[in-house]
């Protein structure tokens, strides 16, 4: 198993802003065997010591769940590894409850696919060798309930009309291969029971053994860990999780012709509303009653959503993220126009956050391999006072605020970036990971922290 890391210097992977001009910090970077898309930030056992859990998604191999605390005095990073037989597609924890995680897997033999909760075992004095990590298997994760999701929709599954244009396409390479070694042409045998050309065109099956994953998304409720929601292609789901088991409290289908790509919790108004995403639009639910209280339609015209993310400083301020490269900021009390519009990245934004202390600060990752910091102080719950006659005539302009737009682009990543968080324990300190395995923290650059701080 890689235990690999390694502090490198800017000179060797770069970020587009130089780091000697922005005093930027050296990153430090941890290597996975395996492929990995999902992360989330954690609260350790000390709820100051920055920490954040990777999910690894290998069809291949038994999957891990990698858990990283940074240690800001020694600058160095530690991980323990847990094992995860499914491959994981997203995985989220709560502040709520320490110690547990939930992800959204495929069909495994440890679990029954789905979504399930996880309890992280804590590390025993035996397990504080590296030399016997090394040599000893992951500890298992413990299993606190799977959701039920056989009879939902299944993500990844195509309709029947695109299994039988992928039939057409493999009859006519396996004939041409046969012909060529002149071999007998048998009829295809699906695995799955699904004979593609009598599937309706638009149907999509629900429990065919090709290891596909129905829930493709957890929430926690911001402050009550008896509370979740999940999300899968065709329905929003509340769940009480106080239990043993999880509880269905109603749920919303997806509107007729679309599916639900991701969700996010509002924290604010009692944290009783969610958005969703589903085409190139957002939706917001009341969860009491789980009906529609307003949309933005067209939020990314022609592009898909594919993240959320709602400012927790400030009340109706969402901020979304799509398939055109761009991120825009919304207030839901008007949802004809943005209220900014950055163009951050050159190919899809995967994941986009607020800052939980300084929501004036932007992250985005995207599939052009990079992770962006941008500034929305023009917008955001900061109030900038009115400089007076002396500050003026300031030359440096040293009191004057920062300008909207990107602050600096990290270009330690050398695939796809699907997962950026800001630590639960220090606002200046982020992690993200790329799907080939590679875990990064940075920092916030110096000169941007003293310029909010100061």
């Not at 999300?231 to 509340?238: T, W």
């Not at 899809?348 to 962006?372: C, E, K, M, P």
């Not at 102080?377 to 006659?389: N, P, R, T």
């Not at 796809?416 to 940075?442: C, H, K, M, Q, T």
């Amino acid at each position: 198993r890689s235990q690999s890391l390694a502090q490198l210097d800017s000179r060797v992977l770069g970020c587009r802003c130089s780091r000697d001009t922005m005093d930027i910090s050296p990153p430090l970077i941890y290597g996975l065997e395996l492929p990995a898309r999902a992360m989330t930030a954690v609260t350790a056992t000390d709820p100051e010591i920055p920490a954040f859990a990777v999910g690894t998604q290998s069809p291949r191999c038994d999957n891990q769940v990698h858990l990283f605390q940074y240690d800001d005095e020694e600058e160095a990073l530690s991980a323990r590894v847990y094992s995860h037989v499914p491959e994981i597609w997203s995985i989220s924890a709560t502040t709520a409850r320490p110690g547990v995680v939930a992800t959204c897997h495929s069909k495994g033999s440890s679990a029954s696919g789905g979504a399930t909760v996880w309890n992280i075992p804590e590390a025993s004095s035996d397990d504080d060798d590296e030399a016997e990590m090394d040599e000893n298997p992951p500890t298992p994760l413990e299993e606190v309930f799977t959701l039920d999701c056989t009879s939902r929709p299944l993500r990844f599954v195509p309709s029947g009309g695109e299994l039988a244009r992928c039939a057409d396409f493999l009859s006519s390479l396996v004939a041409s291969v046969c012909v060529r070694v002149r071999v007998k042409i048998l009829p295809l045998r699906w695995k799955c029971g699904i004979d593609p050309h009598k599937t309706p065109p638009h149907s999509v099956g629900t429990e065919c053994g090709l290891g596909c994953c129905a829930v493709c998304s957890f929430g926690w409720h911001p402050t009550s860990a008896d509370t979740m929601m999940s999300l899968d292609p065709k329905k929003l789901s509340m769940w009480d999780v106080a239990g043993s088991k999880a509880a269905d409290k109603g749920s919303a289908a997806a509107p007729e012709g679309e599916e639900f790509e991701c969700c996010r919790w509002n924290p604010h108004h009692g944290a009783a509303f969610v958005a969703t995403a589903s085409g190139s639009g957002v939706r917001c639910w009341d969860t009491r009653t789980m009906e529609q209280t307003g949309a933005i339609l067209g939020a990314h015209a022609g592009a898909q959503v594919r993240t959320l993310d709602f400012n927790p400083n400030k009340q109706y301020h969402l901020l979304t993220g799509g398939d055109d490269g761009h991120v825009k900021f919304w207030d839901l009390r008007k949802e004809d126009a943005p209220l900014l519009d950055f163009k951050v990245h050159s190919h899809w934004v995967w994941t986009a956050r607020f800052n939980h202390y300084h929501d004036q600060l932007i992250l985005t990752s995207s599939s052009d391999f990079q992770v962006g910091l941008s500034n929305a102080g023009s917008i955001s719950s900061v109030l900038y006072a009115q400089l007076d006659e002396d500050d003026e005539d300031d030359e440096d302009g040293a009191n004057a605020p920062t300008p909207d737009g990107l602050i600096a682009m990290y270009e330690e990543h050398e695939d796809s970036v699907y997962s950026v968080e800001w630590s639960s324990a220090d606002p200046w300190l982020f992690a993200s990971v790329s799907y080939d395995g590679r875990f990064i923290l940075n920092h916030v650059p110096r000169e941007t922290k003293f310029s909010i701080l100061l």
